[in-house]
């Protein structure tokens, strides 16, 4: 839209009279198309990062060539599944793609080290190989996908601002991981039958990485089997893991979605009731005077009255690229605070608007009360204790109630014996304050209205009320104050309701020291304290979204959970496997939430987007644990046995999808692009999530296994006894 407008201005001006230009005042496009473009260059860095480390753990170009080449096979797809569903390429969609680099080589790694295996162990030929290798690790690339496309069904039905954040991100995500099982299991086996090949002899650098992984290997082995020898220490762990999370989670801040530095704020001034649009310029002109010799501020605008009444004004301020600035918008705001405060007069604040979009402040809190005397009398106590909150600034109340007003008394008795109706005396203000149509005359073809009304410095001052006069019984003129008294006196600007209750709403802006969540826990404190009886109160703008997206990502959390392990209950045809399959989960979460701590993040949109997603990430690596333990057991080894093998076999799979993941995800916590601020907690939660989950999922996952599958022997046993003698005794 912003270039369709660039190249349409050079006609419009055109046609302008001489010496008027059109510059451009403001552009919101700048931060959207650098976001995009930057976030592109993430997405190549990721595919980078991903390729070294497949590179690393494999050694061998060739097959790193396989998995590397279902990055753009399934990236370019999902480019196509978003073209038919009418998506768009935006910050969301991007973001999705960066995270789905780290995912859809999972699936292809899998293949491609199975097939690996089978040449270098079993010495298969690389047709047989791919063949068998595949047909082994099939069911456990289908689980994987199942299971991450539900983690992430639940986003597409998401409501309000948060379903239209996330709806296309979550359908781009699962439409690459559809496209990379689809891959995995095609392109991939076919690759390593061609090009694959198990080298006779191998270099130094392959035999260093190799004994360090045999290593590795064997101390895993070790361990794993320590741990099964100890299996109530290690779910003791895992009890004091969730512990620990449950602490984090009531220590972590929240708020809706970070400050981003989108190269642009707000100024805003407010003047008093009843203020003229010369003496709100006058004032303006101030702030604007401030803004041309603030420093990194490269353009603005200024707009009083307009849209908003006469005794408020606008700036709108452009800063400098964010290449040639050390500060952010946050850093400048700051700036300017005290300076717009030494301005007499009137209120002057600027701040930057919620980068979900539109203009509020981040705290909107409503107050309502059924009664407009006892709403307004606690107003100004409720405003002073909020104004005492540490980190609360910029406050201000919709509801003015200092509003000049003339008050017109009927004196009936007396009006009734002079003959004067409360219509004519209405009349009769309305035609001379007001101004009233009388008719209407046509002159060169052009119809215009017949205005009565006093001359305007006849009508300066209420004092000027006393010269009207009205018509009496018998047509005589009678002096209005013969028949009313007028009375000055303030009265609120406006009536405001919210859900049809008499309500105000106070706003204010946060310094960084206090996150939206707090803020609104301390005013909801305040009101409890302060206000009067029967007084409710309620959340607006950035402050309702925050509520209801928690509430809502909280539920989508849940039903995720509950999907994937009716899916893995369907595919491994068992209630129990799927319980063993998803330990992992709370394990992800616990290394998140504590990541997230340490980072001194917050609990957010994106963090939790992020939650959900790990349990289809952490998910991963229990499948193929677990469903290999259920190949083994099937050729008739023991439940300890199956998972040591198994640990063995998987661990190299393992490692290199967590660790592609981890690279994959990575540029999003480091925040490398514009605006990228925000996004950072989305990248923490998954780098700490699925580190941590890696690392515990290799043992708690095998002792969950072993102990619950003991426990169906058991119940088998005793179910099988009484079946026994019955047949016994017949």
């Not at 998140?592 to 917050?602: D, E, G, I, Q």
């Not at 799979?653 to 907690?681: F, N």
């Amino acid at each position: 839209v912003a270039e369709n407008i660039r190249k349409g201005l050079p006609e419009i001006e055109a046609a302008l009279p001489p010496g008027v230009e059109i510059e451009t005042a403001f552009d919101s496009s700048t931060y959207v198309k650098r976001s995009i473009r930057e976030t592109l260059q993430t997405l190549g860095i990721a595919a980078i990062l991903v390729v070294i480390i497949i590179f690393l753990a494999l050694r061998n170009v060739r097959a790193t060539l396989i998995p590397g080449l279902a990055i753009p096979v399934s990236i370019i797809s999902a480019f196509a599944v978003m073209f038919f569903l009418g998506f768009s390429i935006n910050t969301f969609t991007l973001l999705a793609l960066i995270l789905a680099i780290g995912l859809v080589v999972d699936d292809a790694i899998v293949v491609l080290e199975n097939a690996y295996r089978h040449q270098e162990e079993l010495v298969e030929d690389p047709t047989a190989a791919a063949r068998d290798g595949t047909r082994e690790i099939a069911f456990a690339v289908i689980a994987t996908t199942v299971s991450l496309v539900a983690v992430f069904s639940p986003l597409a039905f998401l409501q309000g601002t948060t379903g239209r954040l996330f709806n296309e991100f979550g359908v781009a995500l699962a439409g690459a991981v559809i496209v990379s099982s689809f891959v995995a299991l095609s392109f991939t086996p076919m690759l390593c039958a061609r090009i694959l090949r198990v080298p006779k002899s191998h270099g130094p650098v392959f035999q260093t990485f190799e004994r360090g992984f045999e290593g590795l290997a064997t101390g895993y082995n070790t361990a794993l089997a320590w741990a099964l020898r100890h299996r109530w220490i290690i779910i003791g762990g895992a009890v004091g893991a969730l512990v620990v999370a449950v602490v984090t989670f009531r220590a972590l801040e929240r708020e809706f979605v970070p400050d981003e530095d989108r190269g642009w704020f707000l100024s805003f001034i407010q003047a008093p009731e009843g203020s003229t649009v010369e003496f709100t310029d006058q004032y303006q002109r101030r702030v604007e005077a401030i803004l041309a010799e603030t420093e990194d501020v490269d353009l603005y605008f200024s707009i009083v009255g307009g849209f908003v009444p006469v005794n408020q004004g606008l700036v709108f301020s452009m800063l400098t690229d964010w290449s040639e600035r050390d500060r952010s918008t946050q850093d400048v705001i700051g700036e300017l605070f005290p300076q717009y405060f030494g301005i007499p007069g009137v209120q002057a604040f600027a701040f930057a608007p919620s980068p979900i979009g539109g203009f509020g402040k981040p705290v909107q809190f409503v107050v309502q009360h059924p009664n407009f005397d006892s709403l307004i009398g606690g107003m100004e106590r409720f405003r002073s204790r909020a104004g005492a909150i540490p980190g609360l600034i910029n406050l201000d109340i919709d509801l003015k109630v200092n509003k000049p007003e003339l008050t017109v008394s009927y004196q009936r008795d007396r009006a009734e014996d002079l003959g004067v109706s409360v219509e004519a005396i209405g009349a009769t203000l309305e035609t001379m304050l007001g101004g009233r149509r009388v008719s209407t005359f046509t002159r060169d073809n052009k119809l215009y209205d017949v205005v009565v009304q006093m001359r305007p410095e006849e009508r300066a001052t209420p004092s000027d009320m006393s010269g009207l006069y009205v018509r009496g019984r018998e047509g005589g003129l009678i002096n209005l104050d013969q028949v009313a008294t007028v009375a000055e006196d303030i009265g609120p600007s406006a009536l405001l309701h919210y859900n049809r209750v008499r309500s105000y709403t106070l706003d204010a802006s946060l310094t960084p020291e206090l996150v939206l969540g707090e803020a609104i826990d301390s005013l909801r404190a305040a009101a409890a304290e302060v206000l009067p009886p029967g007084s409710s109160n309620s959340l607006a703008g950035e402050s309702r979204e925050l509520e209801d997206s928690g509430t809502a990502l909280y539920f989508a959390f849940v039903l995720a959970l509950i999907v994937v392990y009716m899916v893995l209950a369907a595919q491994f045809e068992s209630l129990i496997h799927p319980f063993t399959v998803l330990m992992a989960v709370p394990l992800a979460v616990s290394g998140a939430l504590v990541t997230l701590f340490v980072m001194k993040s917050t609990l957010n949109l994106y963090s939790q987007i992020g939650m959900i997603l790990l349990i289809g990430l952490a998910s991963k690596n229990s499948i193929l644990l677990v469903e290999y333990a259920n190949q083994l057991k099937a050729k008739g080894l023991a439940s300890i046995e199956a998972v040591l093998e198994a640990g063995r076999i998987r661990l190299r799979p393992i490692l290199m999808t967590s660790v592609a993941t981890i690279a994959g995800a990575s540029p999003i916590a480091l925040g490398l692009s514009a605006g990228s601020e925000s996004r950072i907690p989305l990248g923490l939660v998954i780098v700490g999530g699925v580190l941590v989950s890696t690392v515990l999922t290799l043992f708690l996952v095998p002792v969950v296994y072993v102990l619950l599958d003991a426990l169906q022997a058991k119940l088998s046993r005793r179910t099988e006894t009484p079946s026994l003698a019955q047949t016994v005794e017949a």
